[in-house]
């Protein structure tokens, strides 16, 4: 990415399937954004990836390999992993964790747990599993609506596991680990950047250890838009004060298609 020096590798399966990994420089960090699925069954309406529909789970091997493969690629230390790729990671909970445990083993990569991040979109049984893995790996999970009606539209997986359910697991959870979880709102405009989806999320999240990214939306040459900075300004001071760390993030690497929710296993010529 000439933007911010982002990068994004596509690799082949010994099938024939392809998958992406993103490497998302900072200043004092190299993060590596992982696949744990080839496509993904959760259908989210804004990402990319939902295009491809679900192919298959990722062995652990094959999660591990994308890291080794990056590092050996690029010679870059790579410090932080996220499970935020291609895939549910929390549909393919056993080889995730399998893999998460042998990037944090002191005879492998040897990265701090603390600093391996798991992403669901709401798994409910799952994050409940999570909380008592002997590891103690950070939580990400994947929001974007703080109502039921427009999650469920947003994100199919919401009928299945609404916002009750989800936010009592992320609880359950942040009260057995003692841990902080990150939610991700993913911004859309005119869908859930209203000053009221605002106050709405902040009373939702009121009980909740956690800190807050808000991510602009990547376009994808879908029907959904990127709000305007000035919009994003607006939805953020509609918070007002919090108890929890509310982040801006701006994604890396969208102008090669390696943003959040851009993934799609296409090549590009350069």
Do not use: W
Not at 31 to 58: E, K, N, P
Not at 128 to 141: C, R, S, Y
Not at 157 to 183: I, R
């Amino acid at each position: 990415s000439r933007e911010d020096g982002s990068e994004k590798f596509l690799f082949q399966s010994l099938d024939g399937h392809k998958l992406e990994t993103v490497l998302i420089p900072g200043a004092e960090r190299n993060t590596l954004c992982v696949s744990s699925q080839i496509g993904c069954a959760m259908a989210c309406t804004f990402c990319r990836t939902a295009d491809m529909g679900f192919v298959r789970d990722l062995s652990s091997g094959e999660i591990v390999e994308q890291f080794l493969l990056v590092k050996r690629i690029t010679g870059k230390h790579i410090s932080h992993v996220v499970f935020m790729g291609m895939g549910e990671p929390f549909n393919n909970y056993r080889q995730v964790i399998k893999a998460a445990v042998i990037l944090n083993h002191e005879k492998g990569p040897n990265i701090a747990a603390r600093r391996i991040t798991l992403s669901t979109c709401g798994i409910v049984p799952r994050i409940m599993e999570l909380a008592h893995e002997p590891h103690q790996f950070k939580l990400a999970v994947s929001l974007n609506a703080s109502t039921d009606e427009k999650r469920s539209v947003l994100m199919p997986v919401n009928k299945a596991y609404p916002l009750k359910a989800l936010l009592a697991a992320v609880k359950y959870y942040t009260d057995t680990t003692n841990k902080l979880v990150t939610f991700e709102y993913v911004l859309i405009r005119d869908v859930n950047d209203a000053n009221e989806d605002a106050r709405q999320l902040k009373e939702k999240l009121s009980f909740i250890p956690c800190k807050l990214n808000i991510i602009p939306y990547n376009e994808t040459g879908g029907r959904f838009r990127k709000p305007d900075d000035a919009r994003v300004a607006s939805f953020i001071s509609g918070l007002g004060e919090t108890h929890f760390p509310v982040t801006l993030r701006k994604s890396g690497g969208q102008d090669i298609g390696a943003a959040c929710g851009q993934l799609y296993a296409q090549e590009q010529n350069v």
